[in-house]
């Protein structure tokens, strides 16, 4: 089996530093044959064969931000499991990666008792560099025959070498939602801006402080939107973690130095002050969810969890709510990023043929859709083939946000290891909050940028020299 990266990360670390790292912040054909027998079926004598004993599997999938995603997701399973003779216990885990499931899920395999499959997003890549998953070849193959080609974003994180490690499951819906109303009260057409600036300058005039109205939702605190909202900005000047082909850190430029004193003045200066909502600096990942379907914000980077929320609530706020794709900055360049859920398989699971016939259930239409169709965007079609499905095509043509989104997904941006492409590196460096914490330093304890940067920089190099990330 070919175990080679595409991105020269071949030693990796050890499995004591990974947990370090990452916990402070058999094949198609076999498929059909794994279906017992209807219980009670003649035996050969004539009798009643005993009726089997269920099989068994354990699936750990991610916390959503979207419970009732949570609730579909484990009646989907459950309703394979009754078909198929299985029993089958679901488990919650961490979303994010500064949270403790790669670490978790590591301690679980050195145990010998990992779950039969994961739902997550991202940190493919982490969890190879650690040998921490069995390919899904097979598999993958398979949906892509039944269902169509998936997204760059999918085939770069979870197809590494000449096998696949992740199933696609879902492309992620997210980007920018904003109050059409509230900005045209203001006077202001928000689906013309495309730039940070213009956004910025939006909601500065949206924003009604004495009417609980702040145009800017948008945290930079240690959350995955925050993260994802500060590495877009930095990215966006031209700024990155390393080069092209991982010969070198640099972060520490002045791309990045001027991406963070673009953030510094938004956060502190006091012409921005009023587009503020108060504690914004220290929101989690449900804060502006929570502060946007309120009413109380008119602009936020999150993930479509927070239109599937106000959708399913009936919330007023969903018919003046309109999806924004990536903003650009002085790069003058769109890095819009696809991708979104997988399955994996942990290294020495169980009843991996199991699994296998799981996930592909899981794809099928008349299992996958329904989910997506409810999901107003959270669980968006990973697979070319879903998107032709008439009822697809119907809600699509119905709601303009969900088309915005589905384009989104489609993105060529390879995300946080931009321009190199992805791997276990670029997980840690998540995994440690880094470009958080530089925020932190900026905004909270008055650090400059430039040394808040230079610090953040240092600790990437400190992270590349313990995985012996660069190239030579």
């Known amino acids: 089996m070919n175990h080679q990266t595409q991105n020269p990360l071949s030693k990796g670390l050890s499995r004591r530093q990974m947990l370090q790292l990452l916990g402070t912040a058999a094949g198609m054909s076999a498929l059909a044959a794994c279906v017992a027998p209807p219980a009670g079926a003649p035996a050969a004598g004539g009798e009643a064969a005993p009726a089997a004993a269920p099989k068994k599997l354990v699936v750990a999938h991610r916390k959503e931000y979207f419970e009732e995603m ?58 190879y560099g650690q040998d921490g998953l069995d390919p899904v070849t097979d598999a993958t193959t398979e949906a892509i025959k039944l269902y169509g080609d998936v997204p760059f974003g999918h085939t770069i994180t979870e197809k590494i070498g000449d096998d696949w490690w992740g199933i696609p499951y879902m492309s992620s819906g997210g980007g920018q939602y ?69 010969t070198a850190i ?64 009936k919330n007023p706020i969903f018919g003046n709510t309109i999806h924004l794709q990536t903003a650009v900055g002085p790069l003058g360049k769109k890095m819009q990023a696809g991708g979104g ?21 899981l794809l099928k239409p008349e299992v996958f859709l329904p989910i997506s169709l409810v999901s107003a965007g959270l669980f968006l079609p990973a697979y070319a083939n879903h998107y032709s499905n008439p009822e697809v095509v119907k809600a699509f043509e119905a709601d303009p946000n969900l088309k915005s989104m589905g384009e989104a997904s489609l993105g060529d941006h390879p995300g946080s290891s931009w321009p190199a492409a992805p791997n276990a590196f670029f997980d840690a460096i998540q995994a440690e909050a880094i470009i958080e914490d530089m925020m932190a330093q ?31």
């Open 70 to 127: 949570e609730t579909l997701f484990v009646a989907s399973v459950q309703d394979w499991a009754k078909e198929n003779n299985y029993e089958v216990e679901t488990n919650l885990v961490a979303s994010e990666a500064f949270e403790d499931f790669v670490a978790k899920l590591l301690a679980q395999i050195q145990a010998g008792d990992p779950p039969s499959l994961v739902y997550h997003v991202r940190l493919v890549q982490a969890l």
């Open 178 to 246: 904003a109050r059409k109303d509230a900005f045209e009260a203001a006077g202001v057409d928000i689906a013309a801006t495309t730039t940070f600036d213009e956004r910025r300058e939006a909601a500065l005039k949206a924003s009604n402080p004495d009417a609980q109205m702040y145009g800017w939702g948008i945290t930079i605190n240690k959350s995955g939107d925050g993260r994802g909202f500060i590495e877009a900005v930095i990215q966006n000047y031209g700024g990155h973690y390393t080069d092209e082909g991982l």
């Open 250 to 313: 640099t972060f520490n430029s002045p791309e990045t130095l001027a991406a963070v004193d673009w953030l510094a003045e938004t956060y502190l200066s006091e012409k921005y002050q009023p587009m503020l909502p108060p504690g914004v600096t220290s929101w989690t990942d449900s804060s502006n969810n929570e502060a946007f379907l309120a009413g109380n914000i008119a602009l936020t980077s999150n993930a479509a969890s927070i239109y599937a929320k106000a959708k399913a609530d």
């Open 341 to 361: 859920g997988y399955f994996a398989i942990p290294k020495g699971a169980a009843n991996q043929d199991g699994a296998k016939q799981l996930s592909l259930h």
């Open 442 to 472: 900026v905004i909270t304890e008055g650090v400059k940028p430039a040394d808040a940067v230079a610090t953040a920089h240092d600790r990437i190099v400190k992270i590349a020299d313990e995985m012996g990330a660069l190239t030579k």
